[in-house]
């Protein structure tokens, strides 16, 4: 089975402070992908990577960096933490295929509080 | 853009009563439309993937299907345990953002004993 991990299922951080969101996967997986998810609002995908040290952006990135220095982790970075981002965060990654797209598999999420 | 509408927004049933849940899409060419089930605070827990109109998947009590502008997840006989978000979403054929998902709103069902 496809194994997602992130690193802290609940977070509480203060305004202002930088914080670092890690998830690693188990299954030699190309691609990975953070969204955050908010009632209301769904899934929106902040940032995805298909290859160690490469990156795109997604759809709500201001405010959001991303590091992929190995192929099994893929950080998130908050460099000055806001209200406005307390989200839950969910990390996925996918095998590339054939096609060069597959099913995305998900972590447990990060339940992150800025105060 | 790429859209996905899901409804009903939430669905109650009984156990036991057979509903179906509807996600409408709008793409420029489909290359998957995929299906996950998301419990209260944990991830998405991917379902299906069905990839051309009239094709069909199963797993237990729930089916899966596809035309060329929704799909429905058929939920037959359902249990408590089935309750949990149902969250629809698509890849588009092309584009820059590999192998990006554009994800619906959501089902939130609720099976009632």
């Known amino acids: 089975d496809v194994k997602v991990t992130q690193s802290s299922r609940y977070l509480v951080k203060r305004t202002g402070e930088k914080v670092f969101l890690e998830c690693v996967q188990d299954?030699?997986?190309?691609?990975m992908f953070w969204y955050r998810q908010d009632p209301g609002l769904g899934l929106r995908l902040i940032y995805f990577?298909?290859?160690?040290?490469?990156?795109e952006k997604g759809d709500i990135p201001e405010g959001y960096s991303v590091s992929r220095e190995k192929k099994e982790r893929f950080s998130l970075i908050l460099e000055s933490a806001s209200t406005n981002q307390t989200s839950m965060y969910l990390c996925?990654?996918?095998?590339?295929?054939?096609?060069?797209?597959?099913?995305?598999?998900f972590g447990p999420g990060t339940r992150l509080t800025v105060l | 853009e790429d859209q996905v509408t899901q409804s009903p927004e939430a669905l109650r049933l009984q156990e036991g009563e057979s509903s179906s849940l509807n996600c409408s899409y709008t793409?420029?060419?489909?290359?998957?439309l995929f299906w996950y089930r998301q419990d209260p605070g944990k991830g998405p827990e991917f379902l299906f993937t069905?990839?051309?109109a009239g094709e069909e998947k199963e797993k237990e009590r729930l089916k899966a299907t596809l035309t060329k502008k929704e799909s429905f997840l058929h939920i037959t006989a359902p249990k408590p345990e089935d309750s949990a978000t149902y969250l629809c979403?698509?890849?588009?054929?092309?584009?820059?953002?590999?192998?990006?998902?554009?994800f619906g709103q959501g089902t939130i069902l609720t099976v009632h004993p």
């Open positions: 979403a698509v890849q588009a054929l092309g584009g820059t953002s590999y192998g990006k998902l554009t």
């Open positions: 996925a990654s996918s095998f590339a295929g054939l096609m060069g797209y597959n099913e995305q598999f």
């Open positions: 793409v420029s060419g489909l290359r998957g």
């Open positions: 299954m030699d997986h190309e691609n």
């Open positions: 990577s298909y290859d160690v040290k490469m990156k």
């Open positions: 069905l990839y051309s």
